[in-house]
């Protein structure tokens, strides 16, 4: 302290604002067209006289309200014909492996995972001490043939039939049936993780592979991140009939990471059904925005990248055509994006082992036509460089 008694503080520095978004940004939904006005109602609606349950000790699946309202929409969307009480409300899909690996696998149990596949699944399935095998995807997305032939022994397998990320295949309905027949012969689990599955611009979406199983052999991992927003942090486990004493049991011990101030309003939301409009507005956006992004690859870039349109999701996946790919690495290319100013993944990121590809994963949801045909000029100008 100086003789005046008053401590000198250092100055505080400003907090860093989060640099905006790039295209081809793939973690970007469409986010100035979300309806805040109605959340923020549902939100106001929930708080300002709230219910006498939510400031007392809460079922640990989560809010009741919240789990019809999921149900209610699995059975209208995915055809998935769950009740609310199979339904555990998690803060994403890294909680929900967690939550699977605690009731039904153990330590050192082998599962199959898809090669290329989502990388926060392999950690969450290490972080949980189980053994992560990458499993090719073709064409048809995984195969559980192929898969067998290296782990005959695997208690699980994590795939995402409706549409397979990054790839965006789906897989027919015969490989579904041929891995649920794996599971009930081996006693084993096939997660489905529903990635992206809203977002279908042709025809209706895809039923959900666990409405094809009879045999409790399905386990149904859902998320609300691409549909609302990330910071939202819900997700949420739909759990076969039989199982339900078991996760019951061990709910208490298991530490619920969603947060309960956001599932009522989500409920409210999903209940007045601003959220089935929301998504039926963001499909429509969605496919008009992968047009968009199709046509000034293909007038800017064709000489660079081949890519072909997919009937779902908010992403494309481009290949380096050979002449591009005899003079650089997709990593190559993604640091030449970047350095530009716009954003792609290299397809190679997205293989645990060598990778078997090469391409670019663009997104293109959260962003205008113009940033779209903008974003390819800059990117086909630094691929030339």
Same mark, same amino acid.
């Given at each position: 302290m100086d003789q005046g008694g008053a401590d000198i503080l250092p100055e505080k520095a400003p907090p860093v604002a989060p640099a905006p978004l790039q295209p081809f940004d793939t973690s970007a939904p469409e986010l100035m067209l979300f309806p805040y006005r109605q959340w923020a109602r549902h939100h106001d609606q929930t708080w300002r006289r709230p219910d006498a349950a939510l400031l007392s000790r809460v079922d640990p699946f989560g809010w009741p309200p919240l789990r019809e309202a999921i149900a209610d929409h699995l059975r209208e969307w995915r055809g998935l014909p769950c009740t609310a009480d199979q339904i555990f #409300? *998690?803060?994403? @899909? @890294?909680?929900?492996?967690?939550? #699977?690996?605690? *009731? *039904?696998?153990?330590e050192g149990d082998d599962v199959l995972t898809e090669e290329p596949g989502y990388a926060v699944l392999n950690r969450a399935v290490h972080h949980n001490r189980l053994v992560s095998v990458p499993s090719p995807v073709d064409q048809q997305g995984f195969d559980i043939k192929t898969a067998l032939q290296t782990t005959p022994r695997a208690k699980a397998a994590i795939v995402t039939p409706s549409r397979h990320y990054p790839l965006g295949v789906t897989m027919p309905l015969s490989r579904r049936l041929e891995l649920i027949e794996w599971a009930v012969a081996r006693n084993a689990y096939v997660i489905e993780d529903d990635f992206?599955?809203?977002y279908r611009f042709q025809g209706q979406p895809l039923p959900a592979m666990m409405s094809l199983s009879n045999q409790d052999r399905v386990i149904y991992v859902g998320s609300f991140s691409k549909v609302i927003f990330s910071a939202l942090r819900l997700g949420f486990v739909v759990f076969p009939k039989s199982m339900l004493p078991k996760v019951r049991s061990s709910s208490p011990q298991i530490d619920q990471q969603a947060s309960l101030m956001l599932q009522p309003v989500l409920a409210r939301f999903m209940h007045s059904g601003d959220f089935a409009i929301h998504i039926r507005r963001?499909?429509?956006?969605?496919?008009?925005?992968q047009v968009a992004a199709l046509q000034a690859i293909k007038l800017h870039a064709a000489d660079l990248l081949i890519v072909d349109p997919v009937p779902a999701g908010m992403h494309l996946v481009a290949n380096l055509t050979p002449d591009l790919q005899s003079r650089m690495s997709d990593t190559e290319a993604a640091k030449r994006a970047k350095s530009a100013g716009v954003t792609v993944q290299p397809l190679s990121s997205f293989f645990a082992g060598p990778p078997m590809r090469q391409g670019l994963v663009m997104g293109f949801a959260g962003f205008s036509e113009e940033q779209l045909e903008n974003g390819v000029r800059v990117l086909a100008a630094a691929l030339r460089a």
């Open positions: #409300i *998690t803060s994403g @899909v @890294v909680e929900a492996i967690g939550l #699977i690996a605690a *009731t *039904t696998l153990n992206d599955s809203e963001m499909r429509r956006l969605y496919a008009k925005r």
